[in-house]
């Protein structure tokens, strides 16, 4: 088994298990992490070498904690962390139920939270260089598009904690990243009406959304030794749709 350990959240997902299968050829051993216990167990049978799951609601702190410290217990430590998981809920402001604007944050900006602060109190033990990959999302940054303001607001809160923990921890060698695709291939796709995805896929430069591997392939790159320089980024991700 690799020595080196990465933790993937959402895992189970259209990009998570992109994300994991990219990981895995780069010579670590993923710890995949999601709600999905069925996807996991896809997942796992995906590849030749071991992956190990962990079936947890990252909206939990002490769920993540928990996990984290059998993380600690089986491998001592953590190289690198990509926060995946997500979800985008559709209702239309200024009618978006409170339970669903606090289930937004939970799910795509606290589970990166607590997730990091696990983490780097793992990755402070490690030697080298550490990564943390934020997956945000172009709706942070374009407004012409169809995105909610709860989902928004959930990954522009997820690109100010990348800024935050790369000052903070520059000089302790823990590079923190965010990637923010536009539309990509993945089961997300299913919270889109049909109307509102051809809209969307037909303002893509190439008239297609992207393939989850177009983006594990950035996720590896910042996690390889070339992306030891890179921290505090968002890297926008888009075909070059909103250059003007
Ligand atoms: N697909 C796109 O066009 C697109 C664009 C920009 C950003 N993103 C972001 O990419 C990330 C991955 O999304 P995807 O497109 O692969 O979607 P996906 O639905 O295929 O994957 C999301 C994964 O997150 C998991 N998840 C959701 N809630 C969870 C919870 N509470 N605890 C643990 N796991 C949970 C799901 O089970 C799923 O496996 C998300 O953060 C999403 O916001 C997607």
Known sequence: MSSKIAVVTGAGGGMGSA????LIQDNFHVVALDLNAGSLEKLKGAFPIDVTTFQVDLTSADKIAEVF???KAKFGGVDALVNNAGDCFMSEFPNIPAAEFDKQMAVNFSSAFYCSQESVKLMLERPGIKKIVNISSNGA???DVFDPPHYRAS???MDTLTKDLARRYATEGICVNSIAPAMTESPLF???SDEILKKAISQMPRGAAMKPDEIAAW???L???AGDVSS???IILNQGRDVR
């Not at 994300?19 to 990219?22: F, L």
């Open 19 to 22: 994300i994991t299968a990219r």
């Open 69 to 71: 410290k059998n993380i």
């Open 141 to 143: 940054y374009n407004f």
């Open 155 to 157: 990954k522009a809160a």
């Open 190 to 192: 299913k919270v889109l």
């Open 219 to 221: 996720v590896g790159f």
């Open 223 to 225: 996690i390889s030794s």
């Open 232 to 234: 505090g980024n968002v």
